[in-house]
């Protein structure tokens, strides 16, 4: 069986799993790009991701856009170092199919995920109603487990 991870890129994003009757979750900020890929590595060799495809807008600052750019590549190159094979998906596609079309609100997609999943093993914090920086990269995982049918 495969495992599914789904990943919020944002720099306020997570990746996200379930596994074993529980849900995980590691929030990227204060994340060290080693950790990352520690964690990422460790999930073992069947594994596949859901990476939300998103992208700077022209009404971002070039510093900003320059920043969420790397951060992406970051992302990108932490899932082909632990050998984990992703596709993109856009977030009205998972948000859709996960009843939750935000429009850009937050608190959507964690009302969503609270629904679903009201504790989650949040990376050094042990089990925790999930956060704003969690949620998407749960429900992120969790349209990917349903489309692949794991």
Same mark, same amino acid.
């Given at each position: 069986?495969?495992? &599914?991870?789904?990943?919020?890129?944002?720099?306020?994003?997570?990746?996200?799993? #379930?596994?074993?009757?529980?849900? *995980? $979750?590691?929030?990227?900020?204060?994340?060290?790009? +080693?950790?990352?890929?520690?964690?990422?590595?460790?999930?073992?060799? *069947?594994?596949?991701? #859901?990476?939300?495809?998103? *992208?700077?807008? =022209?009404?971002?600052? !070039? $510093?900003? $856009?320059?920043?969420?750019?790397? *951060?992406?590549?970051?992302?990108?190159? %932490?899932? +082909?170092? $632990?050998?984990?094979? #992703?596709?993109?998906?856009?977030?009205?596609?998972?948000?859709?199919?996960?009843?939750?079309?935000?429009?850009?609100?937050?608190?959507? +997609?964690?009302?969503?995920?609270?629904?679903?999943?009201?504790?989650? !093993? &949040?990376?050094?914090?042990?089990?925790? =109603?999930?956060?704003?920086?969690? %949620?998407? %990269?749960?429900? &992120? %995982?969790?349209?990917?487990?349903? +489309?692949?049918?794991?």
């Amino acid at each position: 069986m495969t495992l &599914i991870i789904g990943v919020d890129p944002g720099s306020s994003g997570a990746v996200a799993w #379930y596994h074993k009757g529980e849900h *995980h $979750a590691v929030p990227f900020k204060g994340l060290e790009d +080693t950790e990352l890929l520690e964690i990422l590595e460790g999930l073992g060799s *069947h594994v596949f991701a #859901y990476l939300e495809d998103v *992208h700077s807008f =022209p009404s971002d600052g !070039n $510093a900003s $856009a320059f920043k969420f750019g790397v *951060h992406l590549g970051k992302l990108k190159m %932490a899932l +082909t170092s $632990a050998g984990i094979s #992703y596709e993109t998906v856009a977030p009205s596609k998972w948000q859709r199919k996960m009843g939750c079309l935000s429009g850009g609100d937050k608190k959507v +997609t964690r009302e969503k995920a609270i629904e679903l999943f009201p504790l989650v !093993n &949040i990376h050094g914090r042990g089990a925790k =109603p999930p956060t704003h920086a969690v %949620a998407d %990269a749960l429900l &992120i %995982a969790e349209y990917g487990r349903l +489309t692949r049918g794991e």
